[in-house]
Structure formats: C-alpha cells, structure tokens
C-alpha cells in the first residue's frame, strides 16, 4: 500500500494550492480518507475527511468554507483544495487512509504547504 501526495509549495497569504493524494494497494472507495497536517512544534491534527459510500465530509473549524476535500475513485486519487490561505496554514500535509474495522491505518510521506505573508 502507498499513498502518494503532491501538490505542496510556497504560496502568499490569500492563495490556493491543490494537494494530491494517489492511493496504490488500496481501493480509496472502500477507506475514510483524512488529510491530517503538522506545524513546527505542534501536534498532527485532523483537517479534512471523505467517508465511504455517500462521500460525506466534515472539517476542522479553522480550515471550513476555505478547504474543500473531494475523491476521484477513477483515478484512487483524493484532494483537498485549499483557498484563502492563511500563515497558520503553513505544516506538513499527509494523507491518510483509514478502515479501523480491518485495523488498517495507512500514511502517506507529506507534502510541505508553506503560506507566506
């Protein structure tokens, strides 16, 4: 199983990025597929989450009307579109598969998102 992510870099306050995350080994449909991000010197923390079947979604308060999660079974790819991007937007971003009835817990690599004032 990998998860792959891409799409991270250095951006002003204001701007948007889009991250990827290509799933191989796995099929994205069958998992709650979560970005998770990490700042310097603070804890990972959950920011966006697509779950099975309907794909419902919810959000971390600081990143909701801003970030928009999504999945491209198709492709076995999820996103998060990231807009009005804010300094404190500035961590690493992983992309995480989740099906905790199998135990299964897959992380990607991460992708540095940095948001310049």
């Known amino acids: 199983v990998q998860l792959v992510e891409s799409g991270g870099g250095l951006v002003q306050v204001g701007g948007s990025l889009r991250l990827s995350c290509v799933a191989s080994g796995l099929t994205i449909s069958n998992y709650v597929m979560n970005w998770f991000r990490q700042a310097p010197g603070k804890e990972r923390e959950l920011v966006a989450v697509?779950?099975?079947?309907?794909?419902?979604?919810n959000y971390a308060d600081s990143v909701k009307d801003r970030f928009t999660i999504s999945r491209d079974n198709a492709k076995n790819t999820v996103y998060l579109q990231m807009n009005i991007l804010k300094p404190e937007d500035t961590a690493v971003y992983y992309c995480n598969a989740a099906w905790r009835w199998l135990g299964h817990d897959y992380w990607g690599q991460g992708t540095q998102v940095t948001v310049s004032s």
């Open positions: 697509i779950r099975t079947g309907g794909g419902s979604t």
